[in-house]
C-alpha cells in the first residue's frame, strides 16, 4: 500500500463478487454470464421473491453493490465502482443484468445524496468479438449503446446508467506501434459522450522480457503529444499489480513473494515491469486540464464533447451514442437479447423475507450536498417507454415531448423504485392527527351514504330502460353503472356541495362533470349518456 500511495494513484473497487467462501452469502450472488434476467419470480403476501439460481441478477448482489458503495465513498481517492467485469464477453444474455445493477445502484446513490458521494461506475469489457459481430470495436459501440440506452445525461452524470466504459486492452505488446495498437481505439471512440479508459493495460508475452510500457506516453500527455489519443481517452489500470487471485505462472505481477490467496501472505517484491512502470510515471506525469466549471456550476457544468464520431463508426453515426428506445433491433446480436430487466430494490433476498437495503444512518465521508453547496432528491424524471419501466411504483408519462416516471407517494428515485418513508409518514407526527382521522372517518361515513344513494338512483334508471355512465373532470374517483360492478366511488361537486348522479345535476353550468358520447368502464359493456 506504501507504494501505491508513493504513486498517488486512484482507486477503483470492484462491486461484483466471485464464489471464493470469503464473500459468505454473497459468494452465490455473482452475474451469471449464462443466465438473462428473467428468472423465476414468485410472490407470497405482497412480497416481491426472485430465485437466485435462475437468474444473472440476484437481489442479494445489489445489497452487496450497497455495502461496497458505503465503504469506499469515504475515501476520496476512490475514484469508482466497476460493477462488472467482461459479462458480455462472448454475447449479450446477461446484459439487461448489468444495466440493471448500474440502475438500482445510481438510484440508491441519488437518493442518498446528502449522505453520500455519487460515485461515478464503470463496466469493464473484454476487447473481444464474436461470431456474429466480427470486429471488436464494433462490438465495442454496441455494448455502450445498449448500457446508455434509454438514459438521459443530467448535470453532467448519466441518470441511470454508466459514467465510464473500461476496455481491458491487450493490442499494445512488445515492439508495437501506436498506428497498430491505438488508432483504432480513436477512431472507435471519438464522440462518445463518456468516459472511455482502460480497465487494464500491459501486454506481455515472455517471462524472459520485462515490460517497457511503451504505451505510457500516450496515455498521459496533453493531445498535442499523443496524437489526440487523450482527447478521448482518460489513462487505465495497469495490470496487475500483485499476485492475489492469479495463477501460479501468470506473467503479469508486478510484485512477487507472495501468496495467490488474497488473504494470505501479500506480494512485496518489486520486480522490474514495477520500477519501469514507475519510471515511466516520473517521466510522463500527467498533463493539467483546468476544467470549465465553476463553484456555482460545478454540479451542474455538462463537459464538452470535443471530438466528433467518425464515418468509419457506423454504427453511433446512424443510432447515436445514446440510441431512445432499448428494444432497438440494432442492440440486439441474438434475437433473445434484451437490455430491459426490473429493479431488485426492494425485493425480497433473504430466507426471512426481509429486503436487502442498505440504510445510512449518518453521512459517509464527503457527501454529494458537501460537493454541490446544495442537494435536491430526485424523484421521478428517468425515461421510459410503459409505466412498468417506474419501478412499479411510478406512472409513465409525457412531458415536453418526453415520456418520463412520475413518483407514486412514498417512493423516489429516478425510476421510482426506491422506497422514501420520509415523503409518506407525516400524519403520525402531526399534533392534530387525532382529529385528522376522525374527520377522514367521518367523510368516509357520509360517502359510503352518497354510493348506496347512487345505487339507489341506478336501479331506479335500469327499471325504466334508462342507462348512466358518467365521468368526473376532478380526477378524484369514478363510478360506472348499471349493469357493472361498482368500480370506484362517482362524486359531483356544485358548489363546495356534494351531490350523487342524478337526473338533475348532470347538466348544470357549475358541475364538474361533463358529457360523453360513449365511454367504456374497464371489464364492462358501453353505454349513452341521457
Known amino acids: 500500500m506504501n507504494d501505491m500511495a508513493e504513486l498517488g494513484v486512484y482507486v477503483m473497487v470492484s462491486a461484483s463478487p466471485d464464489n471464493d467462501a470469503y464473500y459468505g452469502k454473497y459468494r452465490y450472488s455473482t452475474i451469471t454470464k449464462k443466465l438473462s434476467c428473467s428468472g423465476k419470480v414468485s410472490s407470497g403476501d405482497g412480497a416481491k421473491t426472485v430465485d437466485q439460481t435462475e437468474t444473472c441478477y440476484p437481489a442479494l448482489l445489489l445489497e452487496y453493490g450497497k455495502k461496497i458503495i458505503q465503504n469506499f465513498a469515504q475515501y476520496d481517492n476512490t475514484l469508482g465502482v466497476v460493477v462488472a467485469n467482461e459479462i458480455m464477453q462472448a454475447d449479450l444474455t446477461a446484459a439487461s443484468c448489468v444495466k440493471a445493477y448500474v440502475a438500482d445502484l445510481k438510484n440508491w446513490m441519488t437518493v442518498n445524496g446528502k449522505k453520500i458521494r455519487i460515485l461515478p461506475l464503470a463496466y469493464a469489457a473484454a476487447d473481444s468479438s464474436n461470431d456474429e459481430v466480427s470486429n471488436a470495436d464494433d462490438y465495442h459501440v454496441m455494448k455502450v449503446q445498449g448500457l446508455l440506452c434509454g438514459d438521459k445525461m443530467t448535470n453532467g452524470m448519466m441518470s441511470e446508467s454508466i459514467d465510464i466504459y473500461l476496455i481491458n486492452e491487450y493490442r499494445w505488446c512488445p515492439d508495437s506501434t501506436f498506428a497498430e495498437a491505438y488508432q483504432r481505439y480513436i477512431d472507435m471512440a471519438q464522440g462518445i459522450p463518456i468516459v472511455v479508459a482502460f480497465g487494464e493495460y500491459g501486454c506481455k508475452t515472455s517471462s524472459a522480457t520485462p515490460r517497457d510500457w511503451g504505451m505510457v506516453p500516450y496515455m498521459y500527455q496533453e493531445p498535442s503529444k499523443t496524437k489526440e489519443f487523450t482527447a478521448v481517452w482518460s489513462g487505465g489500470l495497469a495490470y496487475s499489480y500483485g499476485e492475489a487471485k ?13 501468496s495467490t490467496d488474497f488473504l494470505s501472505t501479500p506480494s512485496s517484491k518489486a520486480t522490474t515491469d514495477y520500477t519501469n512502470l514507475k519510471a515511466m510515471f516520473a517521466k510522463y506525469s500527467g498533463y493539467t486540464d483546468d476544467a470549465e466549471w465553476t463553484d456555482s456550476t460545478k454540479c451542474s457544468w455538462k463537459p464538452t464533447v470535443e471530438t466528433k464520431t467518425q464515418s468509419t463508426n457506423k454504427l453511433a453515426t446512424k443510432y447515436g451514442w445514446i440510441v431512445s428506445s432499448c428494444s432497438a433491433s440494432n442492440l440486439k446480436i441474438a434475437s433473445t437479447d434484451s437490455w430491459t430487466c426490473s429493479s431488485r430494490e426492494g425485493v425480497v433476498c433473504t430466507d426471512d423475507g426481509d429486503t436487502c437495503d442498505v440504510a445510512l444512518s449518518k453521512a459517509v465521508g464527503t457527501t454529494q450536498e458537501d460537493i454541490c453547496g446544495t442537494y435536491e432528491v430526485t424523484s421521478g424524471g428517468g425515461t421510459c417507454e410503459t409505466t412498468s419501466d417506474c419501478g412499479g411504483n411510478g406512472q409513465c408519462k409525457e ?9 407514486l407517494s412514498c417512493y423516489t428515485g429516478t425510476d421510482c423504485s426506491v422506497k422514501d418513508i420520509s415523503t409518506c409518514a407525516t400524519l403520525s407526527s402531526s399534533d392534530t392527527a387525532p382529529q385528522k382521522i376522525f374527520v377522514g372517518i367521518g367523510v368516509f361515513l357520509g360517502v359510503m351514504a ?7 338512483v341506478a336501479a331506479a334508471k335500469k327499471k325504466a330502460g334508462k342507462y348512466l355512465i358518467a365521468s368526473c373532470c376532478s380526477g378524484i374517483v369514478m363510478f ?51
Open 246 to 258: 492469479l495463477a501460479k505462472d501468470s506473467l503479469f505481477p508486478m510484485f512477487t513473494g507472495g
Open 399 to 407: 412531458s415536453n415531448g418526453t415520456m418520463s416516471c412520475s413518483c
Open 450 to 456: 352518497v354510493v348506496f344513494i347512487a345505487l339507489g
Open 480 to 530: 360506472c353503472f348499471p349493469d357493472v360492478l361498482v368500480l370506484s366511488l362517482f362524486l359531483i361537486f356544485r358548489n363546495g356541495q356534494i351531490g350523487a348522479a342524478g337526473e338533475g345535476w348532470r347538466q348544470h353550468p357549475n358541475d364538474c362533470c361533463f358529457p360523453v358520447e360513449r365511454l367504456i368502464c374497464e371489464g364492462a359493456r358501453s353505454a349513452v349518456l341521457r
